[in-house]
């Protein structure tokens, strides 16, 4: 009998090559919201904050649970409920491009931190923290 090389069974069922095509770019209708993720609550639910100045408990919707991850700081489309106002569904996640394509279609606010590269703003962001001098005056450790 010939020796094993690939592994057990779940190595024949490997995942096919994940499609990075370019998609169409798709718009928000009537009914739908562009927002931001600001945190992850688990159980395919996160808080979005969306740009009609709302924040919505939202639900990641079935057909991209386990397919497309959604991270905190992702710009993400959702779509609204009639019956409750402060909850949505996510419906789309846009890549960082995509997302720079909707600011300069005018579609996403000015002030929309995109990426973690737009986050930081280089190595001179201040992060509020300030470290002061000690004008030359030795401390020593053993002492305190």
Same mark, same amino acid.
């Given at each position: 009998m010939p020796k094993n090389k690939l592994g057990g069974n779940k190595a024949k069922?490997?995942?096919?090559?994940?499609? %990075?095509?370019?998609?169409?770019?798709?718009?928000?209708?009537d009914g739908q919201e562009y927002g931001q993720v600001t945190r992850m609550l688990g159980n395919g639910r996160c808080e979005v904050s969306c740009f009609d100045s709302t924040k919505r408990l939202c639900h990641i919707r079935g057909k991209m649970r386990k397919k497309v991850w959604v991270n905190q700081g992702d710009i993400v489309l959702v779509s609204l409920r009639d019956f409750q106002d402060e909850k949505g569904d996510i419906i789309v996640k846009y890549s960082?491009?995509?997302?720079?394509?909707?600011?300069?279609?005018?579609?996403?606010?000015?002030?929309?931190?995109?990426?973690?590269?737009?986050?930081? %703003?280089?190595?001179?962001? %201040? %992060?509020?923290?300030?470290?002061?001098?000690?004008?030359?005056?030795a401390v020593d450790i053993d002492n305190i």
């Open positions: 069922r490997a995942k096919g090559g994940t499609q %990075d095509a370019k998609r169409e770019l798709i718009f928000k209708e960082s491009e995509e997302a720079r394509n909707l600011k300069t279609y005018n579609e996403l606010p000015e002030g929309v931190k995109i990426n973690e590269t737009d986050i930081l %703003d280089g190595e001179l962001s %201040d %992060d509020g923290v300030e470290f002061g001098d000690n004008d030359g005056v």
